[in-house]
């Protein structure tokens, strides 16, 4: 079984629904990331979490939200869905410099 | 903000040929990572040299680090039609609160049979 997996792999929405993507995590990591993915750019870091009770906005974190519900578990939800959310979702776990991602979440807001 | 650049945008070679790509950077480091991402799938770690290691090796891959001209090489030695991907840079500055790594847009290599 993969040690990072997302839920869902594909969805697709509307303008203006909430949506939440959950990650799980089975490598025992304390931090956990959520970052996006756009044609022919790199990531970039929407929020992080170094432990339960450590929450930290990223790069790009208005119009989205986290849960950290558990050490294994990292939710990343969006209130008002739009259609520049439109992207790539990976969720990435480490316990030092390499992280380990998640096979990734593909949104799409109509 | 984009901290690692990579170069080219895209690369296209043929089987068994080496694949070159370049990383230049912006501000200091603690160290650089290279991550490999097959087509909408998550990334995979490749390799990490830290700020003080000029040069690395794993297997089909070496990376070169110059410190002094903020950049970074990955060369894919004999390439494979499995090694078609894209190859991202990502660094830890050490201006970073929290060990966060900042990914470059990537370099997409095709090899062509």
């Known amino acids: 079984d993969a040690d990072v997996t997302q839920t869902p792999r594909n969805r697709i929405t509307k303008t203006g629904k909430r949506i939440m993507l959950e990650c799980s995590q089975t490598?025992?990591?304390?931090?956990m990331y959520w970052y996006r993915q756009d044609p022919g750019l790199g990531l970039r870091l929407i929020y992080y979490s170094f432990d339960v009770k450590d929450i930290n906005k990223g790069e790009i974190s208005d119009g989205y939200s986290v849960s950290r519900q558990a050490q294994a578990k990292f939710s990343l939800s969006l209130e008002s869905a739009i259609p520049n959310q439109t992207a790539l979702y990976f969720c990435a776990t480490s316990a030092g410099a390499e992280q380990y991602f998640g096979p990734g979440t593909r949104l799409t807001v109509t | 903000s984009q901290q690692g650049e990579e170069d080219p945008q895209a690369l296209s070679i043929q089987e068994g040929e080496n694949a070159t790509m370049n990383c230049s950077y912006k501000?200091?480091?603690?160290?650089l990572q290279w991550y490999r991402q097959n087509s909408g799938r998550g990334l995979v770690h490749l390799i990490l040299?830290?700020?003080?290691?000029r040069e690395k090796h794993s297997g089909r891959l070496r990376v070169t680090l110059d410190t002094s001209k903020k950049s970074s090489s990955l060369l894919i030695t004999a390439s494979r039609a499995a090694d078609t991907a894209s190859y991202f840079c990502a660094t830890d500055a050490v201006e970073n609160r929290d060990d966060k790594i900042i990914f470059g847009k990537g370099t997409r290599l095709h090899i062509l049979p």
């Open positions: 040299i830290r700020s003080n290691e």
């Open positions: 501000t200091s480091i603690n160290n």
């Open positions: 490598k025992g990591h304390d931090r």
